[in-house]
């Protein structure tokens, strides 16, 4: 297997099609059989010399099939189930997986869609699947969140903290793509949902920031986080949408977990597709895009490219921790045979590379977001980061005043 590979015309990568010219290389201390970067201090390198502890407990994944998820979810005649859907690949493998499986009467795509931060791509590839497959699309809009990001990028990039940047700059988007999604598919007569969310993107490391801040304990650390900053981000009901949104993790969003979820959540069953489907990213992409015409975008990337919030995620974890949600995701590929450490530390030096000489392209987005106030705060981040480089910012300066502010 290759990081990029020719099927028929089309070119399929699970994070650039394209290799810049560079000289730049991956030498960090890493993990010998997954590559994870030992940036990442929690504890993953040390017992077994260089091979990290998410390596030494790794276990043979087991998959139900496809019927058991049928025989499982056991639907009512007329019952309909909800596909949770964004845009991505992923999500729309799953809609089309359910269609084959149980019919296109019985299933309805689910998308929480954040105006102003959703990729046109996504939003064009989840219109024309959901009209190639026959299904319903039931949306629910949030039109707030766009400006609530654009004010706490402003305040986090003048004090930036690791630990701030999913809990700041996604706030509300949690609870909209779980609670929001389900009380409209509730009102709607759905209760069995479909989650594709992958165990191949499990990134440990933001709980782990924030279990910094409690003693071992994100919960409290998160309390702690909010305590430090807490005035700063007291701006109208933001601190409302981040302390809500923090009841929702990442794939445990089901109605018999802790935090209040399960009064919430009480009519819910959901079913995560990765329990009986083994998710390669690159099939998944070359069937998608072969049979409903997904594709990845102006922006290349065919993982995380759906919300234009991670391209700013990214810039902050790496400018301060030197790795990102990337990082975790090609080891936990390359732990489950999808691609050789070698491979997956070269796709790494790409993205590392793309991240390091970003600046012209973060100048131009805070630019469209109305932020040009922020460029010196944008600029001394770059400067002061032990992993980020300026050396396109007088050409990107010059280009800039070209751009008109949406």
Known sequence: MTD???????????????????????TDSSCSHCGLTARYTQGLLGQQGQTCQSCGEIMTRQFKKLEELKAEMALEPGERLGVTTSGGKDSIYALMK??????????AALTHHKVGLTDPAAEENLHSAVRQLG?????????????????????????????LVRVVLCAGCRYGITQDLYEQGKARGIHKYVSAASYLELAPFKEDLL????????????????????????????????????GYKYKSNRADDKGGLKDRLKDVKLFDLDNYLRNDPETI?????????????????????????????DMFYYGMLGYTETDFKLSAMVRHGLLTVGEARH??????HNLA????????FFLSQGLGDCLPDLRRFYEESPYLCLDTVQQSSADSKKVRVA
């Open 98 to 107: 359910m269609v084959e499986l149980f019919g296109p009467e019985h299933v």
């Open 285 to 313: 992409e070359r069937e998608v895009s072969e049979r409903l015409g997904w594709h990845r975008g102006q922006s290349g990337r065919s993982w995380h490219f759906d919300c234009i919030i991670e391209e700013v995620k």
């Open 135 to 163: 299904v319903e699309l039931i949306t629910v809009e949030e039109t707030a969140m766009v400006k609530r990001f654009r004010r706490n990028l402003a305040l986090l990039i003048k004090r930036p903290d690791p630990a």
């Open 357 to 364: 000489h970003s600046y012209p392209s973060m100048e131009q």
């Open 347 to 352: 796709q790494l030096s790409v993205v590392r």
């Open 4 to 26: 990029i590979f020719t099927n028929n015309k089309h070119k399929y990568s699970e994070f650039y099609t394209a290799e810049p010219n560079h000289k730049h290389i991956c």
């Open 211 to 246: 279990a910094g801040w409690g003693d071992g304990d994100a919960d409290k650390g998160f309390r702690h986080l909010m305590q430090h900053y807490g005035e700063y981000y007291k701006l109208g009901d933001n601190q409302f949408y981040i302390e809500r949104d923090n």
